[in-house]
């Protein structure tokens, strides 16, 4: 063998070995962030108004696995009505979800986009005592004797829109900017649109159970200035 064909052949073979190190480094990555949006974060967007003005139509959000529920948290809530899938059913949503990166899910409509699937704000806890005036909600926490506005029990800040230009209402919502005082039962969560003229929520729904809370809003990501976290 020439020594320029050994040459040539060392260079063939290192030039092998790195194509084959990229490949299988771009593989690990994709498989490792398709686990990570699988299992613990995934993004959803938000298709209407009900949120604004913290989010507004097509925001796009990463939600994560549902954890502890506080006061002010941004939470996914599933479809009042959904159909109950058999194992065989949400083992081939997982399968095709995972090789799709979340795009598609094909049985019973439950891609990322879903509109069966919305966000709303946790206003109530179980144990509180509730009511609401001119579109804002009053809360007296099991235990307190006083009542104390949404804004001041909550953990986060948020800013809610309550806009009488009719060319804004959701005819479906009537006038619920007020509501008789009512007690949130164990697991029963009140959870409300930021847009309160826009959306339907637990004005309508009544009290929501909490395995019936999907994730939890981590950050949002889309549009860019209203990039932060939720």
């Given amino acids: ?41 995934r993004p959803v967007m938000i298709k209407s108004t009900s949120m604004y003005p913290t989010s507004v139509k097509n925001s796009m959000i990463l939600v994560s696995p549902l954890g502890s529920i506080n006061r002010g948290d941004t939470v996914l809530v599933a479809p009042k009505e959904k159909e109950e899938l058999n194992l065989f059913q949400k083992l081939i949503n997982q399968v095709v979800s995972f090789f799709t990166f979340q795009q598609y899910v094909p049985i019973s409509d439950k891609n990322m986009f879903s509109k069966t699937q919305t966000l709303r704000r946790v206003i109530g806890i179980p144990g509180d005592t509730i009511y609401m005036k001119d579109y804002v909600m009053y809360i007296k926490p099991a235990g307190s004797q006083h009542f104390l506005t949404e804004f001041e029990l909550s953990e ?20 619920l900017g007020t509501m008789e005082e009512t007690v949130l039962e164990k697991d029963e969560f009140f959870l ?7 959306g339907i929520d637990s ?25 932060g976290l939720m």
């Fill in 1 to 41: 063998m020439s020594r320029s064909y050994r040459f040539s052949y060392i260079a063939l073979r290192e030039l092998r070995h790195k194509i084959l190190v990229v490949i299988a480094t771009v593989f690990l990555v994709l498989i490792l962030s398709n686990l990570v949006f699988t299992f613990l974060l």
């Fill in 156 to 175: 986060k800040d948020y800013d809610i829109n309550i806009s009488s230009d009719s060319r804004n209402w959701d005819n479906s919502l009537g006038v």
């Fill in 192 to 198: 409300l649109c930021d847009n309160r003229v826009q």
């Fill in 203 to 227: 004005r309508i729904w009544g009290g929501v159970q909490k395995k019936d809370l999907v994730a939890k809003a981590l950050l949002q990501y889309f549009p860019f200035n209203l990039f």
